[in-house]
Nanobody
Framework: QVHLVESGGGTAQAGGSLRLSCKVS?????MGWLRQVEGKEREGIAA???????GYDDSVKGRFTISTDSTKSTLYLQMDSLKPEDTAMYFC???????????????WGKGTQVTVSS
């Protein structure tokens, strides 16, 4: 079982940046980030597999960057050019290999809140 703990959330102004981190304990072939806007379903937004291949939802492509440290024990999400609609609870998650490109995660942490003001 993989244990996931997110950090780095907070408040930013539109156009600003935030960097999320996630401590990952356990083995997985795919890690990524999901977010949940209040009242809506949780959705995957970025993923990285064990080869370093990345994938993004169209809503964040070109603005967010997913990465890991060299040991793959910490997952990051660099969020630039933030918009008010990026306001959500952000979770790091894990997926089975075949679900990685689909951003379809089966387990996630407790989340960290990101609020973007206009």
């Amino acid at each position: 079982q993989v244990h996931l703990v997110e950090s780095g959330g907070g408040t930013a102004q539109a156009g600003g940046s935030l960097r999320l981190s996630c401590k990952v304990s356990g083995d997985t072939t795919c890690m990524g980030w999901l977010r949940q806007v209040e009242g809506k379903e949780r959705e995957g937004i970025a993923a990285i597999d064990f080869n370093g291949a990345t994938g993004y939802d169209d809503s964040v492509k070109g603005r967010f960057t997913i990465s890991t440290d060299s040991t793959k024990s910490t997952l990051y999400l660099q969020m630039d050019s933030l918009k008010p609609e990026d306001t959500a609870m952000y979770f790091c998650g894990v997926a089975a290999g075949s679900f990685c490109p689909k951003l379809d995660f089966h387990d996630w942490g407790k989340g960290t809140q990101v609020t973007v003001s206009s």
